[in-house]
T-cell receptor, first 112, second 115 residues
């Protein structure tokens, strides 16, 4: 395993449905980040884990969003009752203590 | 709050020309990190370079070089002798020098290198 992986790569869902994304960080990386990127914009920070602890959440992360990182390994990001405004690329990144973050390929969500 | 501004939306050059990308940032932190990331059409963000705020020495790494000027809060990035494979969206980003290191990104500059 040489990089961050994300699954699925693409997800199309109808408004109101729940979706869940998975991120597998680089092995032994203790920090894991979620970002959201809309078309034509840079990624925006959503939330951050150090091991299994979720240490920070952006105001962008509404009550419909929840993220977990059980056992400090993979992470899941769930969006409940999806809205069209949730359509975006969801990026996961991991790091080992330092500031350099390594990104996965992203999950592109389309809400119809 | 941290803010990163990339005023150039798109740049188009012919292969072998040099490309310079502008980045201006705002932060209240006295120490911080600056980054450049590349996002090719495949979508995956690729880390290129990192700079510490306390080290203003400019460097060259292969065809990449950067000019960090703390006095003007600028962190410009140059690709020398551009190649078609350099075509991508380039993002400038900023993080605190300690703590969670969450990144604040600019809106990106799309670089198109024509053969």
């Amino acid at each position: 395993d040489t990089g961050v992986s994300q699954d699925p790569r693409h997800k199309i869902t109808k408004r109101g449905q729940n979706v869940t994304f998975r991120c597998d960080p680089i092995s032994e990386h203790n920090r894991l980040y979620w970002y959201r990127q809309t078309l034509g914009q840079g990624p925006e920070f959503l939330t951050y884990f150090q091991n299994e602890a979720q240490l920070e959440k952006s105001r962008l992360l509404s009550d419909r969003f929840s993220a977990e990182r059980p056992k400090g390994s993979f992470s899941t990001l769930e969006i409940q009752r999806t809205e069209q405004g949730d359509s975006a690329m969801y990026l996961c990144a991991s790091s080992l203590w330092g500031p350099e973050q390594y990104f996965g390929p992203g999950t592109r969500l389309t809400v119809t | 709050a941290q803010k990163v501004t990339q005023a150039q939306t798109e740049i188009s050059v012919v292969e072998k020309e040099d490309v310079t990308l502008d980045c201006v940032y705002e932060t209240r932190d006295t120490t911080y990190y600056l980054f450049w990331y590349k996002q090719p059409p495949s979508g995956e963000l690729v880390f290129l370079i990192r700079r510490n705020s306390f080290d203003e020495q400019n460097e060259i790494s292969g065809r990449y070089s950067w000019n960090f000027q703390k006095s003007t809060s600028s962190f410009n990035f140059t690709i020398t002798a551009s190649q078609v494979v350099d075509s991508a969206v380039y993002f400038c980003a900023l993080s605190e020098a300690m703590g969670d290191y969450k990144l604040s990104f600019g809106a990106g500059t799309t670089v198109t290198v024509r053969a």
